[in-house]
């Protein structure tokens, strides 16, 4: 048992240690991310940056009108040709779209083939999306998000300023639209804005390894087809595999572009869509790999804290285990509180708290979801959203 102990003891030190780097790293990354370029003939590229948006639905049809409504506001005289790409609803998305003022270009799935078969899935809808499109670059969005008035002019000047060598740009997403409230949404919005900050990090250190689909921009000629990696990851796997051709992909740093979008509104829909997304990282690149590795080790070490008290309680291990803890997570607030304060985020100390608590029994649950265990509380080992599955 004491060696047990030891070895515990030496693996907290360790993470502590790689803890401090990895979070300075990060904190480097995100700086840097968010330093805008400067370019004295930026006026005159910004009259050239054009994109088209693709909107891939699927029984959106509560949703969808919104986004357009987002869009028609924003956008304003700029000529940008919106495609809204229906996957197969079975409510009034469509009618919905085509009815709108905006007058969006709709295309749906259920009239496309490949090879005979018919076409399905989120991805197939983007690719008909772009093929559909005729700018430069497209900008794909999710039709739950929320746009404000300074979107498109973010996009049109962030565009400009990329080079050649650039694949995609990722745009800020805020899991958060002010019409939830609670604890709940509040530790969401907290944990999805540390995702953010250390994917612009890995983006301007140059090893992508994450973005979202839900305010994403690609470059028509290189965007890869990644259907073969399964249904998810129409974001993370786009990056990974534009880096691996040799292309680069760059962050949006324009708070005018952020796009806003309500977390999950139960725990049935947190589970599955952290599940979600944790199944398509066997997808994953080496150093994508890496990070999520450490991201997964560091939510776990206050249990291996916990654990090695628990072998010898003593008032001395006791106020040793509290201080790391303490310790750990003062340093995981450093991290994310400038990124909340530049998500404009709400983050009182109860917010951090409850995110301190939650964090470290994370993938504990959803490593029992996905075994099984708790299929007698509603919740599947397979995650399903719009009623498929990663297999459908």
Known sequence: MDDLS?????????????????????????????????????????????????????????????????????LGPMNVRVWVVDDWSDDDTVRVAESHPLAPEVVSLSAITSRGKPQRG???ALLAGIEHASSPWVVTLDAD???????????????????????????????????????????????YAAQMGWSAAALAHGQPASASGANFAVRRSTYPDTRNLGASGDDALVV???HRQGMKVSWLPDQNAIVSTDGALHLVEWTHQRM???????????????????????????LVCASWWGMGPSWTRAWTAVCFWVVWNVMNVAYVRPVAQWFGLRHPWQAWWRLAWSQPLQLPFLVLASWGWLSPWGIASKPQWKGRTCTT
Request: charged fraction near 20%; hydrophobic fraction near 45%; aromatic fraction near 8%.
């Open 240 to 242: 990974q595999s534009l």
């Open 122 to 124: 989120k991805k197939s």
């Open 276 to 302: 979600r997304w944790a199944g398509k990282a066997k997808h994953y690149s080496f150093h994508a790999k890496r990070t999520a590795a450490w991201v997964m080790v560091a939510g776990l070490m206050p």
């Open 145 to 191: 998000v929320r746009l404000g008035p300074g979107w498109g002019p973010a996009w049109q000047r962030g565009l400009a300023l990329i080079d050649e060598t650039c694949g995609a740009v990722a745009g800020p997403v805020r899991l958060w639209t002010g019409n939830q409230s609670g604890r709940w949404a509040e530790v969401q919005a907290l944990d």
């Open 6 to 74: 030891d070895v515990l003891l030496g693996l907290m030190i360790a993470a502590f240690l790689g803890h401090v780097f990895t979070l300075l790293r990060w904190r480097r990354g995100w700086n840097k991310s968010n330093l805008v370029p400067k370019d004295p003939k930026r006026e005159s590229k910004t009259q050239a940056a054009a994109f088209d948006v693709v909107v891939p639905v699927r029984n959106e049809a509560q949703r969808i009108g919104t986004l357009l409504d987002d869009l028609k506001a924003s």
